[in-house]
T-cell receptor, first 113, second 110 residues
Framework: DTAVSQTPKYLVTQMGNDKSIKCEQNLGHDTMYWYKQDSKKFLKIMFSYNNKELIINETVPNRFSPKSPDKAHLNLHINSLELGDSAVYFC????????????FGQGTRLTVV | GENVEQHPSTLSVQEGDSAVIKCTYSDSASNYFPWYKQELGKGPQLIIDIRSNVGEKKDQRIAVTLNKTAKHFSLHITETQPEDSAVYFCAASSNEKLTFGTGTRLTIIP
């Protein structure tokens, strides 16, 4: 009965590869997010989708492309991975997209070698 | 854009004592201030939030205060317990975007 689930939990890959992280929520929420948490624990929003429409796109390299096939899913595809992409990526969802509680997944620890 | 500063970065408290974490924000338009707790290997989880039309909110051992004039808000945990050990994040919502503070690692000493 996991609310927000991400796969995989761990991802180790070589520089230059392309990888995807999948996220699904079963809370019936209409807004989903991707956050990046760096090695210093700093948490920063990358993307926000509301009803499958892109709402927030922070200054993220074009190598990162989110895709929302439906309201319950928001996947993150990363092309040409770089060492600096190593971080923990969190998917989250909320009901509405203004001033509401965000529910986070358990995170995907991406390590680029 | 919004800038949220959080202090201290680490905090050790004797079990049973109180812990206070403080945050300041820069955008006077921010109107929603949640606090998240992140345990090891898990995603952040909301523990309490406050909106700009309220000065204080309490939920059992946890309370949050907001001073809109000074643009700062604080988390207070009383009667701390070992399970309170975690990283705590404050956040401020401005332009429909949540900006997080840099986190406070709270350690409860038994």
């Amino acid at each position: 009965d996991t609310a927000v689930s991400q796969t995989p939990k761990y991802l180790v890959t070589q520089m230059g590869n392309d990888k995807s992280i999948k996220c699904e929520q079963n809370l019936g929420h209409d807004t989903m997010y991707w956050y990046k948490q760096d090695s210093k624990k700093f948490l920063k929003i990358m993307f926000s989708y509301n009803n499958k429409e892109l709402i927030i796109n922070e200054t993220v390299p074009n190598r990162f492309s989110p895709k929302s096939p439906d309201k319950a899913h928001l996947n993150l595809h990363i092309n040409s991975l770089e060492l600096g992409d190593s971080a923990v990526y969190f998917c989250a969802s909320s009901q509405g997209w203004v001033n509401t509680e965000a529910f986070f997944g358990q995170g995907t620890r991406l390590t680029v070698v | 854009g919004e800038n949220v500063e959080q202090h201290p970065s680490t905090l050790s408290v004797q079990e049973g004592d109180s812990a206070v974490i403080k945050c300041t924000y820069s955008d006077s338009a921010s109107n929603y201030f949640p606090w998240y707790k992140q345990e090891l290997g898990k995603g952040p989880q909301l523990i309490i939030d406050i909106r700009s039309n309220v000065g204080e909110k309490k939920d059992q051992r946890i309370a949050v205060t907001l001073n809109k004039t000074a643009k700062h808000f604080s988390l207070h945990i009383t009667e701390t317990q070992p399970e309170d050990s975690a990283v705590y994040f404050c956040a401020a919502s401005s332009n429909e975007k949540l900006t997080f503070g840099t986190g406070t690692r709270l350690t409860i000493i038994p």
